[in-house]
């Protein structure tokens, strides 16, 4: 079997998508697991199961959310665990490059990853919030099991889900839903029309939001010192998600004395993520490889 055909295989498997009668799939793969088990969620999104359309790297318009477990191999474990949130504007998650790519990059780092695909907002606001608590939760309950360090556990976003994972950051109400540090790339931060990305605005708070709405969902103004701190990467060539974002995040972390790291880079589109074709992929991951062996060393506060 040619490798391409292989990850073809392993991805429709993580979808949870049928295989041919004819192919063969690997025998071991990650499989989506429901985030609330067989509870319901307090609030619902209004959207149709009927309505969600699936492929091998995007879930649109979900009505529910589940989420893909990775763990590293048991001799390679640093006791470390990332709930992953893939990017999509809050109408889609983009849980293959943004998602499963990631996972299995932490999980050849020792970290475990839970890649969670988050219901979209449909204007309601607190939902995908909700979800990234409840992903963190998760990760905190079972703990002993799973061989994770309950003050090692952190959240990565891209994009929308940036602003996703910088809101979990932010937003804090309890102590088992608070991520002990934050990875963001190239993030959605304000709900400012001058500077935030349209089609998320839209979509997670509706088309014409109150001022409160604004300010709460703008994450660089609900920094505090309790923040936990942070990596952020992005292009300066971004034209899709203006790169000031990142800026106002981190200038809002320094203020608050929150160790943070934030790179730059001249050069690549929006959505490089972890992709090996962005031109300073090498750096980049060097950099957060490095930056996440110093969070598991204790150098930056992670006090809850």
Known sequence: MTDKLTKQLFLLLAAGLPLASHASPPETGPQPIPLYGENTPAENNGMSREGVTLTADILTGAADADYFLLKPDPDKTSGMAVVICPGGGYGCTCYGYEGLGPAEWLREQGILAVVLRYRVPNGHGSIP????????????????????????????????????????????????????????????????????????????????????????????????????????????????????????????????????????????????????????????????????????????????
């Open 129 to 304: 919030l909700a979800d990234a608590e409840q992903a963190l939760r998760t990760v905190r309950s079972h703990a002993a099991e799973w061989g994770v360090n309950p003050s090692r556990i952190g959240v990565m976003g891209f994009s929308a889900g940036g602003h996703l994972a910088a809101t979990a950051s932010t937003l804090l109400t309890d102590p088992d839903t608070r991520p002990d540090f934050t990875i963001l790339f190239y993030p959605v931060i304000t709900m400012d029309p001058q500077w935030t990305h349209g089609g998320s605005r839209k979509n997670l708070l509706g088309a014409n939001p109150s001022e409160s709405a604004t300010e709460r969902y703008s994450a660089e103004k609900q920094v505090t010192d309790a923040t936990p701190p942070a990596f952020i990467a992005v292009s300066n060539e971004d034209r899709s998600v203006s790169p000031v974002n990142s800026v106002l995040y981190y200038e809002a972390l320094h203020k608050h004395r929150i160790p943070a790291e934030l790179h730059i880079f001249p050069e690549g589109p929006h959505g490089f993520g972890l992709k090996t074709d962005f031109p300073y992929h090498d750096e980049m991951v060097a950099s957060l490889a490095r930056w996440l062996r110093e969070i598991n060393a204790g150098k930056f506060s992670t006090v809850r």
